[in-house]
Each structure stands twice: as structure tokens, then as C-alpha cells.
């Protein structure tokens, strides 16, 4: 699974190290403790950030069927940890 940053995360981060710089260009140290909660927030997001744990279970009615003949199949999901939204793709032969 490939993790993917929202803006308001690189947004923040981008905050952080303008004010960070800033700070240490101007001597202002004012500057860096406003850019401080900006720093805070991306790096407690990052190591607070957990992937979701679905679990998938597929049921058929049945082995065998002839060419044309409908099948039920049930799809079931469950999760531990919440997941924002899950596709669900089921590929035939």
C-alpha cells in the first residue's frame, strides 16, 4: 500500500520551514516559536498515522457452474481499524 500526504499536511510542513528559516535569516526567535506548532502537527500526524486493517472474506454458492448460469457470490468485509473508503474489485476468469 503506498501512502499518499494530504496538502494541508505539506502545507503545514512548507509553514514550518518558512518560519523556521525565516527565524534564523532575521535572528528573530519570535519567528521560530510561531513556526513551532506548525512543525508539531505534520510530525505527530506522520507518527500517529496507522494503515487499515480490513479483513475480506468471499463465499460462492457453489465449485462448479456451466457458461451462462448466474452465481451468488457474498463479499464480506470487516475492519479493525477504519478505512475512509474500500473498493472492492472481483475479477473472473
Same mark, same amino acid.
Given at each position: ?28 526567535? !519570535? ?8 512543525? /508539531?502537527?505534520? @510530525?505527530? *500526524?506522520?507518527?500517529? +498515522? #496507522?494503515?487499515? &486493517? ?6 460462492? !454458492? ?8 448466474? /452465481?451468488?457470490? @457474498?463479499? *464480506?468485509?470487516?475492519? +479493525? #481499524?477504519?478505512? &475512509? ?9
Amino acid at each position: 500500500m503506498t501512502r499518499v500526504y494530504e496538502p494541508k499536511l505539506v502545507a503545514y510542513t512548507a509553514l514550518a520551514a518558512l518560519g523556521l528559516i525565516a527565524g534564523l535569516a532575521a535572528r528573530l526567535p !519570535e519567528l521560530v516559536v510561531l513556526a513551532a506548532p506548525f512543525a /508539531l502537527v505534520p @510530525t505527530f *500526524g506522520v507518527l500517529l +498515522a #496507522r494503515a487499515p &486493517e480490513v479483513d475480506a472474506s468471499v463465499a460462492i !454458492e457453489r465449485e462448479r457452474v456451466l457458461e451462462g448460469e448466474e /452465481l451468488d457470490v @457474498t463479499v *464480506g468485509l470487516a475492519t +479493525a #481499524r477504519g478505512a &475512509e473508503r474500500v473498493d472492492v474489485l472481483l475479477e473472473l476468469p
